[in-house]
């Protein structure tokens, strides 16, 4: 079968072996791949595996006229309707249709890009903003928020008018069913094909987009407003897309959890556990000489290594020749000479060593301790957790989102903020070789068997079957023939020519 893949990032990436779009089209031969990238260059790759379209998401939009002026009342009716369900909380329903109405008329004169980005546009969203029914808890929008929002609004909109949206061969009428990876505005491609053509699509997240721009607009260089506004049009993307998904497959049940949190129907969710290479590495090999911890993530308050800071205060009061290796970059300013200061406060800071970012990959700081410790306020993704076990050592961690999901039984779950709880379970595993080689080899097996690339691809082989085979290519057809079949067994044996003669029998 035809699949559309649709997601961000740079087309050099994306088709790479080694990445999760190029493990699933080398794991699938047996199916016809077609990749659609937002935030490529916009021109067309060659030399890939896959046939690649791009379309540029962010920066300058793209060159093209304004609508006429007999069309722009249109234009102007469809963006208010869209602007008043982001501000207006009684009409969050209109989100949708507004979409399909701004898709529609772009396809049918190439303006949206220059409308999206015109002072008409602008004065609308301005009235609409500041209209006395418009929800500002945020703040009343200035008139730098409007232009600024507008910007936004215009680049997140900006695949609405992708040329992808025909019956061609390159075109995504064409696909059997479009698979968007990550979420977000590669999602709007696939509503428009699925409302145009019927085409359904099945959407891989494993990191929710919905959650990863609430956290992104904590910190973003804009006022309060035009947060509110990103983060309203982001929701109600994401509502709309679980609404309209025929197959959502998460990475973890934490996800799956969040996904049902934001709408999603429970029946349509398949838990995918994202495959890694790493299971084919070897483990790590002899401990070193004395007890070593090694930490590992970003030196940042979300990571909490202040936690891990105290907990080895009191394993060096009982231990006095552990040592601590913490591995990581500095993720926010100033934090990690602010670390540096506690663990001297805490008479610890010469047997603690801050690594940094290490050269040769994670393989390196696994083998480099005796356990593994992981104390961060909140673990979203599986991949750095399933990683430290597939090294064969023991893991300690705080209880806190995919931990318990990913480390079960092989290994040893701590309450977050609890220094005396994470020290006790770490003193506990470093008085017993014998039970931290019996924990890393259990935990290397259950990684080994969660996050293989084999059980990915049959997951997906399965999906894609079960989706199409109660999903008719013709819908319009399908529904007035009432035939079980959209295509007939002809068409893929003699033909399209031959398949169109049969369907016409």
């Given at each position: 079968?035809?699949?559309?893949?649709?997601?961000?990032?740079?087309?050099?990436?994306?088709?790479?072996?080694?990445?999760?779009?190029?493990?699933?089209?080398?794991?699938?031969?047996?199916?016809?791949?077609?990749?659609?990238?937002?935030?490529?260059s916009g021109r067309p790759a060659e030399g890939g595996p896959v046939p690649?379209?791009?379309?540029?998401?962010?920066?300058?939009?793209?060159?093209?006229?304004?609508?006429?002026?007999?069309?722009?009342?249109?234009?102007?009716?469809?963006?208010?309707?869209?602007?008043?369900?982001?501000?207006?909380?009684?009409?969050?329903?209109?989100?949708?249709?507004?979409?399909?109405?701004?898709?529609?008329?772009?396809?049918?004169?190439?303006?949206?890009?220059?409308?999206?980005?015109?002072?008409?546009?602008?004065?609308?969203?301005?009235?609409?903003?500041?209209?006395?029914?418009?929800?500002?808890?945020?703040?009343?929008?200035?008139?730098?928020?409007?232009?600024?929002?507008?910007?936004?609004?215009?680049?997140?909109?900006?695949?609405?008018?992708?040329?992808?949206?025909?019956?061609?061969?390159?075109?995504?009428?064409?696909?059997?069913?479009?698979?968007?990876?990550?979420?977000?505005?590669?999602?709007?491609?696939?509503?428009?094909?699925?409302?145009?053509?019927?085409?359904?699509?099945?959407?891989?997240?494993?990191?929710?987009?919905?959650?990863?721009?609430?956290?992104?607009?904590?910190?973003?260089?804009?006022?309060?407003?035009?947060?509110?506004?990103?983060?309203?049009?982001?929701?109600?993307?994401?509502?709309?897309?679980?609404?309209?998904?025929?197959?959502?497959?998460?990475?973890?049940?934490?996800?799956?959890?969040?996904?049902?949190?934001?709408?999603?129907?429970?029946?349509?969710?398949?838990?995918?556990?994202?495959?890694?290479?790493?299971?084919?590495?070897?483990?790590?090999?002899?401990?070193?000489?004395?007890?070593?911890?090694?930490?590992?993530?970003?030196?940042?308050?979300?990571?909490?290594?202040?936690?891990?800071?105290?907990?080895?205060?009191?394993?060096?009061?009982?231990?006095?020749?552990?040592?601590?290796?913490?591995?990581?970059?500095?993720?926010?300013?100033?934090?990690?000479?602010?670390?540096?200061?506690?663990?001297?406060?805490?008479?610890?800071?010469?047997?603690?060593?801050?690594?940094?970012?290490?050269?040769?990959?994670?393989?390196?700081?696994?083998?480099?301790?005796?356990?593994?410790?992981?104390?961060?306020?909140?673990?979203?993704?599986?991949?750095?957790?399933?990683?430290?076990?597939?090294?064969?050592?023991?893991?300690?961690?705080?209880?806190?989102?995919?931990?318990?999901?990913?480390?079960?039984?092989?290994?040893?779950?701590?309450?977050?903020?609890?220094?005396?709880?994470?020290?006790?379970?770490?003193?506990?595993?470093?008085?017993?070789?014998?039970?931290?080689?019996?924990?890393?080899?259990?935990?290397?097996?259950?990684?080994?068997?969660?996050?293989?690339?084999?059980?990915?691809?049959?997951?997906?082989?399965?999906?894609?079957?079960?989706?199409?085979?109660?999903?008719?290519?013709?819908?319009?057809?399908?529904?007035?023939?009432?035939?079980?079949?959209?295509?007939?067994?002809?068409?893929?044996?003699?033909?399209?020519?031959?398949?169109?003669?049969?369907?016409?029998?």
């Amino acid at each position: 079968m035809r699949i559309a893949l649709l997601t961000e990032g740079a087309s050099s990436y994306a088709q790479r072996a080694d990445s999760w779009c190029g493990r699933l089209i080398e794991g699938l031969p047996e199916h016809e791949f077609r990749l659609y990238l937002l935030g490529g260059s916009g021109r067309p790759a060659e030399g890939g595996p896959v046939p690649v379209a791009e379309l540029p998401l962010w920066g300058r939009r793209p060159k093209g006229h304004a609508p006429a002026l007999h069309r722009r009342r249109s234009y102007q009716q469809a963006y208010r309707a869209l602007i008043r369900s982001l501000v207006i909380p009684g009409e969050r329903e209109s989100f949708g249709p507004a979409l399909h109405r701004l898709a529609a008329l772009g396809r049918e004169d190439g303006a949206l890009p220059a409308f999206l980005a015109s002072g008409p546009a602008q004065r609308v969203l301005e009235q609409v903003w500041r209209s006395p029914a418009a929800d500002t808890a945020a703040g009343q929008p200035q008139v730098r928020d409007v232009l600024v929002a507008a910007d936004l609004l215009e680049q997140c909109l900006r695949p609405l008018s992708a040329p992808w949206y025909g019956t061609g061969p390159d075109g995504l009428g064409s696909a059997d069913l479009c698979h968007v990876v990550g979420g977000g505005p590669a999602v709007l491609p696939a509503l428009v094909a699925k409302q145009l053509h019927g085409v359904p699509f099945v959407i891989t997240e494993h990191g929710l987009h919905l959650r990863e721009q609430y956290r992104s607009y904590r910190t973003a260089p804009y006022r309060w407003p035009v947060r509110a506004l990103l983060i309203g049009f982001f929701r109600l993307l994401t509502e709309e897309t679980y609404r309209q998904a025929a197959v959502l497959t998460p990475g973890s049940d934490y996800d799956r959890h969040w996904q049902e949190r934001c709408g999603a129907d429970p029946a349509r969710i398949r838990v995918v556990h994202e495959g890694t290479p790493a299971v084919a590495r070897a483990a790590a090999g002899p401990e070193p000489e004395g007890p070593v911890l090694v930490w590992a993530g970003a030196l940042e308050p979300g990571r909490d290594p202040a936690l891990m800071l105290h907990a080895f205060a009191r394993i060096r009061a009982e231990l006095p020749e552990a040592r601590l290796r913490m591995y990581g970059e500095e993720g926010a300013p100033g934090y990690l000479a602010h670390c540096r200061e506690m663990a001297e406060r805490l008479g610890v800071d010469r047997a603690v060593d801050f690594e940094g970012r290490p050269e040769g990959g994670p393989a390196g700081i696994w083998a480099a301790g005796s356990l593994v410790v992981f104390s961060a306020l909140a673990q979203r993704s599986p991949r750095l957790l399933a990683d430290a076990m597939l090294s064969g050592r023991a893991v300690v961690t705080t209880e806190v989102g995919v931990a318990r999901e990913v480390v079960g039984p092989t290994g040893l779950l701590v309450p977050p903020r609890d220094p005396a709880a994470l020290a006790a379970a770490c003193l506990a595993l470093l008085g017993d070789e014998e039970r931290r080689a019996r924990l890393g080899l259990a935990g290397r097996l259950r990684a080994q068997e969660r996050f293989a690339v084999e059980p990915v691809v049959t997951a997906f082989r399965e999906v894609y079957l079960e989706l199409v085979s109660r999903w008719p290519a013709f819908p319009a057809v399908a529904k007035a023939a009432a035939r079980p079949f959209a295509r007939p067994a002809e068409y893929w044996v003699a033909g399209p020519a031959a398949g169109s003669v049969a369907e016409a029998v």
